[in-house]
């Protein structure tokens, strides 16, 4: 089994609230995240797929065409924009990184399973380069 | 839902490796520059790697904040501008990557929920690092 990993940026603005909690609460435990104007970051998005290399293009996926599929699922939706107000998937769920690269695999994973050889294995996602997030498709 | 959260954090440190019980002669072959007696350092970066459940309260398998408190005070603050040597834990084991690699898997993880922590990563330098993961 050989993973294949291709990585692309995305810059975009998030806070963090929970409705359902006071502002004192939502600033303690988010602190300067819970800054209502926002802030934002340079994320990298890597999306790590599965699968044995085609016996004919010695391919897993094609990297440009999984470049493609980064780009028209995740980074069009994600890129330049309020993560909070312009992506449906945070309207009612924290844009933390976990969420994001959860997001970003449910994105993914329809597409990339659909070609019957490489399955979507690890999406991990970079607020910045110490921190870090990633989803497994696990339950 | 299970997710990952990590964080790479930064220490500067010194160290030598060198093994009472052996000669000078078989720790000069075993460990080549690394044996220079009065020792040598580098910016290790350590990177935690923790696992759970995504709270649908907070969107977070762990606030930062709780980790930071964690490897902060009890990896980066003992660690940092330091001589591992010198270090309780190295008196009796040499302070190779692969050894702090365990002992800040072993802190970490006493520190943690039972089963939280999937792994440490400590890079030496850019072109070398380790990982310890739960046995």
């Known amino acids: ?139 | 839902m299970k997710a990952y959260f990590g964080r790479r954090y930064m220490l500067s440190a010194s160290h030598r490796l060198h093994v009472d019980a052996m000669s000078d002669e078989e720790n000069r072959a075993a460990y080549g520059k690394c044996n220079n007696p009065h020792g040598h350092g580098h910016n290790y970066t350590i990177e935690v790697l923790v696992g759970g459940a995504v709270d649908p309260e907070t969107g977070m398998v762990m606030n930062l904040t709780d980790l930071d408190a964690v490897v902060q005070t009890k990896v980066v603050e003992r660690f940092d501008h330091m001589n591992l040597n010198h270090d309780p834990m190295f008196l009796n084991q040499v302070p190779t990557t692969e050894n702090l690699c365990k002992e800040v898997f072993r802190i970490v993880s006493g520190e943690l929920p039972a089963g939280m922590l999937e792994y440490v990563r400590v890079e030496e330098t850019e072109n070398n690092f380790f990982e310890c993961y739960a046995a």
Do not use: Q
């Open chain 1, 1 to 139: 089994m050989i993973f294949l990993t291709r990585r692309a940026t995305f810059a975009a603005a998030h806070y963090y609230w929970n409705d359902g909690w006071s502002e004192e609460k939502n600033r303690e435990i988010f602190g300067k995240c819970a800054n209502r104007n926002g802030h934002g970051h340079n994320y990298t998005l890597e999306v790590t797929v599965a699968g044995e290399p085609n016996a004919v293009t010695g391919f897993v996926v094609d990297l440009k065409w999984l470049k493609d599929v980064m780009e028209r699922e995740v980074l069009a939706a994600f890129d330049h924009r309020h993560l909070n107000h312009e992506v449906p998937e945070f309207a009612k769920t924290v844009p933390t990184t976990e969420n994001i690269a959860i997001a970003a695999w449910r994105r993914l994973e329809p597409t990339i399973n659909s070609t019957g050889g490489a399955k979507l294995s690890r999406v991990r996602v970079y607020e910045t380069p110490e921190i870090f997030a990633e989803y497994r498709g696990e339950a």
